[in-house]
């Protein structure tokens, strides 16, 4: 029964095809990708399409859980999506990724050894690191009048109503696990409710919740604190010298955006090839300096702008990336941390 | 005093509005403080390939969804407002239900409706949804114009020697027109600005322009978004302007 069903409706739908004259071709030789907004730049696809004869067609998401509602449908034309860790990690559990070929990535040597074997991904199998940063905060120097250094910043009295936080459960207790010396990954229900409080008498401080535009509001003048990824507000403090992007010294989140294979993939061969010519130096660097976020990978660094490489709000060194984690799978204790962060909100 | 109220109402509703529009002759990149006067925003715009990308795309869903749609929807309407026949009801209930049934209800069903036939989401999914969606509008505001039809014109024009075809395209049609276009009209704007069932559908290449939009907006709101929203103002504005000066001529 579901047969003939699905046989008729095919058949109507197939009828229909005319539309967008597709069906036919050459059909190794395209590319779908699927990636996030300002994320990779036309001309670097020219080179791969004159380099492979293979043609890119491309379209952007904004968020991770776009791509999960887009592959789950099973309806999805994907070849390459650009997940962030914590994705990456539920993506394979719901078997949605093929597992790589390294044989056919050759350039995979060029990735920094400190980015190899992520706890999201163990041995690369699925995924290969694209782009990185951290999550943080930055300051307006001159309103602030203090040089900050420490996540207490944000839930300091002096600063009531100059205060931004992202609108992010996850990073807004990894902030207050941290200020109270625990870890942002923590599953310990005490703790989360420890967290959980201070999140609360930090509400009246805050301005606003703001995960989209917080650089914005940063410039404008509205908050003096900014709590934010890195990219945005980078670029925020290289338009106005006011402002200074802050690590903390208990560390923060770090996050990374990595290539990967979904299992729908028709044209499976070109996404390696695709992959591949991502990993070498020259190409990714493009990718750095055209949207100012870093990359792990050795072998870009002779082609990424100086001043980038020099940043440490994008490339911080060893000892400060040292202190900062990937967010982990938290498991059970997620409900939790939800109710947590629903009465934080609600409050 | 009424005056005054109902100015405060006009500000409430257009006052964003005006502020996008000015905005995207702003030179300063962030949106909340006015520097001066400039065009750059639109320069940015018009060499803008994934806009120009964007904008093709919905103009070849729109008119297509729209063609279809009021062709489907014409005779839908049509049918019910002149015979009975057994099951009208049912039939009439289920023809205002995608206009009844929340949007990401109709994206999901959609969606995993594509998935079960084995059909790959591209640009064809995009403008099947859109049908789909439209077709009741159409219906709706053809049965309306339909509502005191004099049948007995049809009737007369039978008499006269004319054949079912020709009382349709002579008679019925140009009587009815005003209300095809207006279903028209609506059916493009409803499918130039959705956003909800278009994101799920969409397949590679088929980013639409409020696909476009919204994703540029998640890394801050440039001028070059006030920029290509102010010209889709002028767009549908034009476009609603023009139906209703068709439809007071053809009065």
Redesign the interface.
Known sequence: MKRRL?FW??CA?VS??W??G?GGGDDDKRL?V?IW??YIT?ELLDRFTAQTGIRV???????NE?VL??LA??????DIVVPTDYMVRILIKQGLLVPLDHGRLTNLGNITAKFRNPPFDPDNAHSVPYLWGTTGFAYNKTKVGAALDSWAAVFDERWKGRILMLDDMRECFGAALRVLGRSANSTNATELAAARDLLIKQKPLVKTYNS??F???L??G?VWIAHGYNG?LAKACD?DKNLAYVIPKEGCTVWMDNLCIPKSARHVEAAHTFINYMLEGKNIAAVVNATSYACANDAARLFIKPALLADPARYPDEATVKRCDFLDDLGESLQLRDRYWTEVKAK | MLRAVSWLVYVFLYAPIAVLVVFSFNSE?????WQHFTLDWYRVLFRD??IGHAVANSLVVGL?ATVVATVIGTMAGLAMARHVFFGKRATRSLLYLPVIVPEIVVGAAL???????????????V??AHIAFSISYVALVVQARLTGFDWSLEEAAMDLGANRWQTFWRVTLPLIAPGVLAGALLVFTLSIDDYIIT??V??????TLP??I????????TPEINAVSTLLLVVTIGLIAAAQRLETSRR
Do not use: H, W
């Open positions: 699905q409706i095919g739908a229909s095809l539309f967008s597709c779908n699927y907004t300002n036309q067609k491309f379209d952007v998401y904004d968020s776009a509602e887009k449908s099973g309806a999805s034309d994907y989209s535009d650089a914005g509001i410039r404008s509205d945005e338009e | 990149r962030q949106t909340a403080v390939k994934l297509v969606v995993s409706l594509f998935g079960f036939i084995a059909m790959r989401l591209s640009l064809t999914t403008i099947l994101s799920f969409a397949g590679p290449g088929a980013t696909l476009q919204y994703s540029m907006v998640k890394t801050g709101v």
